[in-house]
């Protein structure tokens, strides 16, 4: 019995000494991430539920608001139902998701709309649907951010399709360099957690949680992300403001046909792809000024550009040093007189530019135009 007993002892000690020393990998438990589709249901039930129980407390004379929620028996008028800043959406496409995105416009803006690839300046609030108390903010003061999806050192998704809805406003530079901007765009977006951080608990944020956010925007930088010389927002194809990297199969599995802005059918995006129309020549080739054709030429200013801008631009009053005019804009095939009208068009008797060929808003420019090189005309 006595030694049964210290067999049994031994056996309990063993048991407790390989749970001791289990190595704490083995500890760790991977939780599979939640379905996108379910996830977005409860998502936009919480959002809505939220927008219809709380009101527009106060809007300042510079665009910052209060949201409060409805107390019991109030009769403060809903985020949902209030006419002064109509509730608006757009519908995102994403993870296989067909989102709706609610937002508020406080002010459009005056100046130029940001595409979803641009850096811009803004300044924002960040609240948690069940929270009064901001999780980050940027105390009024305008931050640079890439817009780029997907980066790890962009922003979250809903940033990159709201945004593009607003404009930039003014600036105005005082003599000790401080900034002053003006005639902004500032709003309202409402984000499901699919479009902020997801699964992903951030310092105060948990894991899939929708997000609202106040924000302002103040100026933007144009991208050029294939360094073709063609700005992204100009490489967008149905002007909707917006650029998708469809060969992302696995987040984009079925996406919108009339999201593509691709010239040549090759499944890679214009602002992507190096050669827009795919007829063996680079955009940044086609674009190229003929020799002799940069700066003034015999009293003829062509602008200082070794390449065509994509429509004529003026001089920057900004800079008083530098004169960047450029009259001309990429051109079309040319449909100008012959070089000698007395023999027949071919490539070395190529058409003359005119200068609607430069500057007609419904130009087939160049480097979309893959009859170029085909041997007659340009």
């Known amino acids: 019995m006595n030694k049964f007993k210290y067999y049994f002892i031994l056996l309990l000690a063993g048991i407790a000494i390989v749970s001791c020393n289990k190595d704490d990998d083995d500890d760790v438990v991977v939780v599979p991430l939640r379905d996108y589709k379910e996830q977005y249901k409860a998502d936009n039930d919480s959002i809505v539920k939220y927008l219809k129980t709380n009101y527009i407390k106060e809007v300042t004379a510079n665009f910052d608001i209060t949201i409060a929620k409805i107390p019991a028996g109030g009769t403060q008028i809903s985020i949902w139902d209030q006419t002064d800043y109509p509730l608006q959406s757009r519908d995102v496409y994403s993870d296989d998701v067909n989102y709706k995105v609610y937002y508020l ?21 960040g609240n948690l649907l069940n929270a009064t108390e901001y999780f980050d903010t940027s105390y009024g003061v305008a931050r640079t951010f890439n817009l780029e999806p997907y980066l790890a050192t962009s922003v979250i998704e809903g940033w990159s399709e709201i945004f593009p809805q607003f404009k930039t406003g003014t600036s105005t530079t005082s003599n000790s ?13 409402f984000l499901p957690s699919g479009l902020g951080y997801y699964g992903t608990a951030q310092d105060d944020i948990p894991a899939y949680s929708p997000l609202v956010f106040s924000f302002k925007l103040y100026d933007l930088q144009r991208l050029d992300h294939d ?39 090759d499944k890679i995006a214009d602002f992507i792809d190096v050669d827009d129309d795919g ?13 002799g054709e940069v700066g003034i030429v015999n009293g003829i200013n062509y602008g200082i550009s070794k390449y065509y801008p994509f429509d004529p631009i003026a001089d920057n009053p900004k800079t008083p040093n530098v004169d960047e005019t450029e009259t001309r804009g990429i051109p079309r095939k040319f449909t100008g007189p ?8 071919s490539a070395t008797n190529p058409k003359t530019g005119t200068k609607e060929d430069y500057e007609d808003p419904s130009r087939l420019r160049l480097h979309l135009d893959k009859t170029i090189h085909s041997g007659t005309g340009y």
């Open 105 to 125: 416009t406080l002010r459009k803006g005056t100046g130029q709309s940001p595409c979803n690839y641009d850096k811009i300046s803004a300044s924002y609030t």
């Open 177 to 189: 360099g401080v900034i002053t901007y003006d005639n902004y765009g500032a709003g309202v977006m």
């Open 227 to 265: 360094f073709d010389g063609v700005y992204d927002f100009e490489e967008d194809l149905n002007k909707d403001g917006y650029l998708y990297d469809f060969r992302n199969t696995e987040k984009y599995p079925n996406p919108p046909t009339n999201l593509f802005d691709d010239t040549d059918g």
């Open 279 to 291: 007829d063996g020549y680079t955009t940044f080739y086609e674009i190229t000024k003929p020799a």
């Open 338 to 345: 012959l070089v000698d009208p007395t023999k027949p068009e």
